[in-house]
């Protein structure tokens, strides 16, 4: 009885192990794991790199902005990221956004203003599915809502790759090692040089997605930088209480015999 009990515990082991990882099933659906590059923002001391910041929103504005939507973010924010007053200005007003309706009770468009949501694209996503065969969607929050967040963008901008031999893609998808099902609707957005950065810095693939993904998670959580400093406020007043206590506890132990 024990021994038969020991194989079937033996051989269930051994099915344990022998399994291949989740995730990992062979076939051309196969996802490799996601690329990880480190980001100042990471960990309990990260912070926001405000070079990286202003940078990636440059790469957000000259190439995401002309298929995906940003609709959390208001343009006055953007002074967080670096821009002056009179840059938002002039950007809001690049785009019109659908306004009224006026005395004539009519819709109107006008230039957009510091105080309106990022402008976008596309009036509506049935609009931009038309163009791209699926709606590129707005990227407030994507470094929050998808399963690896910032990595998961960051690998979908550098995962386009040929195709691999025999993998044939409908037309207008792309291949992308990080998407799942692989074919893509995004055409690869970022080719060397695709921005001019007003520091200068060398618009590699890299580089660039490295920047917009530091923007992009700067626009799903704005308050980051604030909120691990408070964090580490409220451990430091916790240590120094408990020293405080201790010192206490001393002070006020000490001329009771404590032996027993
Ligand atoms: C020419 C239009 C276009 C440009 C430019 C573009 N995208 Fe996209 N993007 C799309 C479309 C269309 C999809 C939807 C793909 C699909 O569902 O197959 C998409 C999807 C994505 C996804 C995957 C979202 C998901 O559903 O998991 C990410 C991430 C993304 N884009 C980020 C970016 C970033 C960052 C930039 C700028 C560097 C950018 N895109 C530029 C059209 C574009």
């Given at each position: 009885m024990m021994r038969s009990l020991l194989i079937g515990f033996a051989v269930a082991l051994a099915m344990i192990a022998g399994a291949p990882p989740?995730?990992?099933?062979?076939?051309?659906n196969r996802i490799p794991p996601l690329l990880r590059p480190h980001f100042s923002?990471?960990?309990?001391f990260g912070r926001y790199n405000k070079a990286a910041l202003k940078r990636g929103f440059e790469v957000f504005h000259q190439v995401c902005s002309n298929c995906h939507a940003?609709?959390?973010?208001?343009?006055?924010?953007l002074s967080a990221v670096g821009l002056t007053k009179a840059q938002i200005k002039a950007l809001a007003a690049e785009r019109q956004i659908q306004a009224g309706p006026n005395a004539e009770g009519k819709m109107f468009m006008r230039p957009g203003r510091?105080?309106?949501?990022?402008?976008?694209?596309?009036?509506n996503a049935e609009a931009a599915a038309a163009v791209y065969g699926a709606a590129p969607p707005d990227l407030s929050l994507m470094a929050v809502q998808r399963k690896g967040g910032p990595d998961f963008i960051y690998s979908i901008l550098m995962?386009?790759?040929?195709?691999?031999?025999?993998v044939s893609l409908p037309p207008n998808k792309f291949y992308n090692e990080?998407?799942?099902?692989?074919?893509?609707?995004?055409?690869?957005?970022?080719?060397?040089?695709?921005v001019t950065y007003a520091d200068g810095t060398k618009a590699t693939v890299p580089q660039m997605a490295h920047d917009v993904v530091t923007f992009l998670n700067w626009a799903a959580q704005p308050h980051l930088d604030e909120r691990k400093a408070l964090g580490l406020r409220v451990l430091g007043f916790v240590a120094f209480l408990t020293i405080l206590f201790y010192a206490l506890k001393r002070q006020i132990w000490k001329n009771v015999d404590q032996r027993d």
């Open positions: 989740a995730g990992a099933a062979p076939g051309p923002f990471q960990g309990v940003l609709n959390r973010v208001d343009y006055h924010s510091p105080s309106d949501p990022y402008i976008p694209p596309f009036p995962g386009f790759v040929p195709a691999p031999k025999g990080y998407f799942p099902g692989h074919a893509i609707s995004m055409p690869p957005p970022l080719a060397p040089g695709a």
